[in-house]
């Protein structure tokens, strides 16, 4: 199969995440016989240094051709006060919106090496494995009206939770196929008690899985499902939910995971003709200025994103096992970043994909 691949590096740790997941894509890609077509572009503050804009239009030329974009991170100290169309995160808002990518799936599953890192009790997180479907581009974060006018006892905020029949269908169309490749089981969340919002959502989601009668729905009302994530992890298959619901209860899914290095995340929207998905795929994490540069970075949710790009873009299931697979058995043997608090000496940033590559092996067929 031909992958066609987009890098963004970013800034800080990017650079060094990304260094290693390209490692391992390659490595993947040789190992299994698939042609990669790699381009590397720039996003955030490098692009602005480089040209003045956190999202260049060479790199949105290259983003619309590629079907895969996998991304680094974001972000440095001496933007912080810039305006924000100088700001790196610019970019980010800049490439999901070309991109047209409304549903982030955010993968959340324990790994036994690492339940003593949850703060949750190793019963609770042992066998957590579930996927937060968040709708991404819709909803109160661009919504409109919204702003801030009048001054005094007269000012005054408003922001809008809009969301249209056809947004809501389209990312119930993607959590249901996602299920029907795991445990069957949607969660839709939302408010409907109270939102009008909500109850539109909860009445489309109902219809929609009426297509997929081998799909079992149950629906929770967002404050319950924010504490279920914690009472009860193991109950959660694919958790659907609305942008503001999502981006706060898959933080709360993150610390399941030990550690935020460990996240992976794929935002997914179209389908290209050849059949792949266009998808950007970027660990949850930020640049984080204060390990920049020190080879110290946990490259996982990088590389758990090289696998979340090979089965959602790729449909290469079988690739996507063999890198996770490899990512538990690294983990297992302890050769792992600082951040995961390891008994020995700490491995570098570039140890850890070295460690994946030498695990990743085809498995031999009968
Ligand atoms: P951060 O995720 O960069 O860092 C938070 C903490 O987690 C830091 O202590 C950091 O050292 C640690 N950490 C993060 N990733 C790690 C990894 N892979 N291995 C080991 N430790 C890791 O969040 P922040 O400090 O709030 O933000 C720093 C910059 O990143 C800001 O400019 C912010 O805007 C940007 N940011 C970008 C993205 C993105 O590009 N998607 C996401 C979040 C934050």
Not at 68 to 80: H, I, K, N, Q, Y
Not at 151 to 166: I, L, Q
Not at 175 to 191: G, I, M, P, Y
Request: glycine residues 10%; charged residues 20%.
């Amino acid at each position: 199969m031909k992958l066609n691949v987009l890098t963004l590096p970013g800034d800080g740790i990017g650079i060094e995440v990304t260094t290693e997941a390209v490692k391992v894509l390659k490595h993947i890609a040789g190992l299994y016989g698939h042609e990669l077509s790699l381009n590397e572009g720039l996003l955030g503050g490098i692009a602005i240094h480089k040209t003045g804009n956190p999202f260049p239009d060479e790199t949105r030329e290259l983003a619309l051709h590629a079907d895969a974009t996998l991304m680094g991170a974001v972000g440095l100290p001496e933007f912080d006060n810039a305006p924000p169309d100088k700001r790196p995160e610019r970019g980010l808002l800049g490439i999901r919106k070309t991109l047209e990518v409304y549903a982030n799936l955010r993968p959340v599953r324990s790994y036994k090496a690492l339940l003593d890192s949850s703060p949750l009790k190793n019963h609770l997180a042992d066998g957590v494995d579930m996927i937060i479907v968040r709708e991404l581009t819709g909803g109160l974060y661009y919504g409109t009206p919204r702003g801030i006018s009048g001054s005094g006892a007269e000012e005054r905020a408003v922001n809008s939770m809009v969301y249209t029949r056809p947004e809501i269908e389209r990312v119930t169309h993607m959590a249901f196929q996602l299920a029907r490749k795991r445990r069957k089981k949607v969660t839709s969340v939302d408010k409907s008690n109270v939102l009008e919002n909500s109850q539109l959502w909860r009445r489309v989601v109902t219809e929609v899985a009426r297509e997929y009668p081998d799909v079992t729905l149950d629906h929770l009302l967002v404050d319950n499902c924010a504490m279920q994530l914690v009472l009860n992890p193991k109950r959660f298959d694919v958790v659907l939910t609305e942008n503001l619901f999502g981006d706060i209860l898959s933080d709360e899914g993150a610390v399941l995971a030990g550690s935020i290095g460990m996240l992976p995340s794929a935002s997914i929207g179209s389908q290209r003709p050849s059949g792949a998905w266009v998808g950007l795929y970027e660990p949850v994490h930020g640049s984080a200025p204060d390990i920049a540069g020190q080879n110290k970075a946990n490259p996982l949710g990088a590389i758990g994103s090289v696998a979340a790009m090979l089965e959602y873009s790729f449909g290469l299931m079988e690739e996507a096992n063999a890198v996770n697979r490899a990512m538990e058995e690294v983990l297992n043997s302890g050769r792992v970043t600082a951040d995961l608090k390891p008994a020995g000496a700490p491995a570098t940033t570039a140890e850890v994909g070295d460690a994946i590559c030498a695990t990743l092996v085809r498995p031999v067929t009968a």
